[in-house]
């Protein structure tokens, strides 16, 4: 989550009143699966792994136990922050011209912490530093359930991977893309020269993909944040099997004394920091409920 780390700040001549920035999308985990409420600290829910079985039971016969297994899965608090430096000048030009600076940089902060629970979720890695955190016990891509793109067949790699959900006992309600395999689903072709799926565009803004529900970012393959590139460019599944929740959400505030990042002292370096700071919730009751969907 980058930050203005340097000690000044350049503001134009003629102050604009829109900034440019490139687009980035937020958390398909919110938009898949619907956030539960939570208290603060692990939480443990349980699991039913052995659906019980009815008996028929003749006339006058003793009835039978019926096993039930149930397993519990823990939810893991997962704190999260975003802390951006800047000079005082911009706080000044936001003052007196209205540019919008600070407004600007608590939307990118509340986007970078959105971010977050795919990076975390998925990946299981700090999405500072791009590398796998042991904070994280448990993330999408340890699932064992997989397919592979082959002969670049887009629609073959999502149904493969449903047939390999489907295999392991659930039901596919979801999928969430990287923007690789959405553009790859809307621009495949049939012999004719024909777009398969000639309704999603460019595939930038899917919200439903064969009956199912879709989503689409890059933190499916965290390639914008994960130190070392990986092969995932999109997630398959039933998404009710993630539980997640927020936990404690800190709301963007200022901080204009003191060192809160390490960087030094804030009034000695002509400067202010805006923070912002969430708990997540989150857990995976069924790694076996999702599939992996690979680049070739």
Do not use: C
Request: hydrophobic share 40%; proline share 4%; no cysteine.
């Amino acid at each position: 989550m980058a930050g203005l780390l340097t000690s000044s700040f350049e503001l134009p001549n003629n102050i604009s009143a829109v900034i440019f920035k490139k687009a980035q999308t937020g958390s398909t985990i919110a938009r898949l699966s619907a956030a539960e409420p939570q208290k603060f600290g692990k939480e443990t829910t349980w699991v039913l792994t052995g659906a019980p079985k009815a008996e028929l039971v003749g006339e006058g016969a003793q009835k039978s136990p019926t096993p039930t297994t149930y397993a519990p899965k823990t939810i893991t608090p997962l704190k999260l922050q975003v802390t951006m430096r800047f000079s005082q000048e911009v706080k000044w030009a936001d003052e007196d011209a209205q540019i919008g600076v600070l407004k600007d940089m608590g939307e990118n902060g509340g986007i970078a912490l959105g971010r977050a629970l795919d990076l975390v979720g998925f990946h299981k890695i700090n999405p500072l530093t791009g590398t796998v955190s042991s904070l994280v016990p448990n993330g999408l891509a340890d699932s064992t359930l997989s397919a592979t793109l082959a002969g670049g067949k887009y629609d073959n790699l999502v149904e493969a991977g449903a047939g390999a959900v489907i295999g392991a006992g659930y039901t596919p309600s979801g999928i969430a893309m990287d923007p690789v395999l959405s553009f790859g689903l809307a621009t495949q072709k049939n012999v004719n020269g024909d777009k398969l799926f000639p309704g999603i565009g460019f595939g930038q803004n899917m919200t439903e993909f064969m009956g199912m529900s879709a989503a689409v970012s890059d933190t499916v393959s965290g390639k914008n944040e994960l130190a070392v590139a990986g092969d995932i460019i999109g997630i398959i599944g039933q998404w009710d099997a993630i539980r997640w929740g927020v936990q404690r959400s800190i709301m963007a505030h200022m901080i204009e004394y003191g060192d809160p990042d390490g960087l030094g002292d804030l009034q000695r370096m002509n400067q202010i920091a805006l923070r912002l700071e969430i708990v997540y919730g989150l857990g995976i009751l069924a790694n076996d409920a999702f599939a992996k969907l690979l680049k070739q």
